[in-house]
């Protein structure tokens, strides 16, 4: 299994990093044996991955890291880097590579202090690798202090030192950093090639992959998650009964609640998963007995992790208020194209009777008001307006119509 094997509909993509790693292989062998490199080469040191949600960014920078770090044997007799089963490639794909750091962040944004911290790792030479990797999956959360601390180390990058950046858009990065990386820009893969992943690598049965797939329209890591977590599936079903709730001001304002209620239950349930391992591990670093008090002087690196702990459960309570008008938007998709006599495949074909009954009883002008509410209410959820404030807007809004 080649460490492209999960970049889902990106042939383009992968070709492209399949050349840079031989290019990056072929300059390290030069160099080991005191040789000039070829000038034309399509490695760098600096790259931008772009891409919708569930397009498999991520996925992506991880397989070119490994494929860089690939040791295997057949590289010697011709073979392309990136085999997938050598110690180089299963480490750094599974996390564990001492010369491969990946950064994913679970708060609202990445602050100067984490920053620094990787321009410093950047700096230092390879441990056991051919490459000093940076994998920074999160690239558009970069406040803009962070992003100016990041540049200088784009800029002027160690000799075998790699950064490999993640960001939704290109204009969700510095001008000044995108400008000093090589882009490469993925798209949202087919609902079939997704099935097909799903079968392949999880087992997923045809009809309950074909099913996820369609219903997530291509987002590999949605589409897994609602194939495989009865919980997901519960509540996505919840989400999409909204639509034939909101006939009144007072069903509109109970369907709210209950959204911002299921969200931060999904909050609370990571919360409890994480916060009492992190809190117990920092009470024993700092020397405290089980259930004894805490040394004195220590009580700032206590507050510093409930205060962390506290934007983790904001984020994630967001990310899944996010995902539940990610939803809903697909369900008014949906009745537009029954309105409109469309023949586009249905994503949310197990809720045919819902959608024909929103279809007959609205117009295509109030279905297309309904799904601007739903990204008015996105848009001001961005911008940190209470969370049931929005939504009850929202709501209200896709009962006027």
């Not at 492209?4 to 990093?17: A, H, P």
């Not at 962390?308 to 995902?323: A, F, I, M, P, V």
């Amino acid at each position: 299994m080649a460490v492209w094997d999960d970049l889902v509909g990106q042939e383009r993509v992968q070709e492209q990093l399949a050349a840079a790693a031989r290019d990056a292989d072929a300059l390290v062998t030069a160099e080991a044996a005191g040789e000039q490199a070829t000038a034309a080469s399509k490695m760098t040191h600096a790259w931008l991955f772009t891409g919708p949600p569930g397009s498999g960014r991520s996925t992506a920078a991880r397989a070119f890291a490994a494929a860089l770090q690939c040791t295997g044997p057949d590289r010697a007799l011709g073979g392309a880097p990136g085999c997938g089963f050598c110690d180089g490639c299963h480490t750094s794909l599974v996390g564990t590579h001492a010369d491969v750091e990946v950064v994913r962040t679970d708060m609202l944004s990445i602050g100067v202090k984490e920053t620094r911290d990787l321009v410093r790792r950047a700096q230092l030479s390879p441990a056991v690798g051919r490459w000093q990797v940076i994998v920074l999956e999160d690239a558009d959360r970069l406040t803009e202090g962070a992003g100016n601390v990041l540049l200088k180390a784009v800029e002027e990058p160690a000799p075998r030192t790699v950064w490999l950046l993640c960001a939704p858009s290109l204009e969700d990065v510095l001008p000044t950093i995108r400008s000093r990386c090589r882009h490469l820009s993925l798209r949202t893969p087919s609902v079939e090639a997704v099935a097909d992943m799903l079968m392949r690598r999880d087992g997923i049965e045809p009809e309950a992959a074909a099913s996820a797939a369609r219903a997530t329209q291509g987002h590999i890591g949605r589409a897994r998650r609602l194939a495989t977590d009865e919980a997901a599936r519960a509540r996505r079903a919840t989400v999409l009964k909204l639509p034939l709730r909101v006939e009144d001001v007072g069903g509109c304002l109970r369907a709210a609640q209950e959204l911002i209620d299921a969200a931060a239950e999904d909050a609370r349930q990571v919360a409890e998963e994480i916060d009492a391992k992190e809190t117990e591990d920092l009470r024993t670093a700092l020397g405290a007995a089980a259930g004894g008090r805490l040394p004195r002087g220590t009580a700032g690196a206590m507050k510093e992790l409930e205060d962390r702990q506290k934007r983790r459960r904001t984020r994630t309570q967001r990310d899944s208020l996010d995902l539940a008008l990610t939803d809903l938007t697909g369900f008014y998709r949906d009745v537009l194209a029954l309105q409109l006599g469309s023949r586009v495949p249905l994503a949310n074909e197990d809720v045919r009777e819902a959608l024909d009954r929103v279809a007959r009883g609205s117009s295509p002008e109030g279905t297309l008001r309904r799904m601007e509410a739903v990204l008015a209410c996105r848009e001001a959820l961005d911008t940190n307006v209470a969370p049931l404030l929005a939504v009850e807007a929202m709501a209200v809004a896709l009962h006027t119509g």
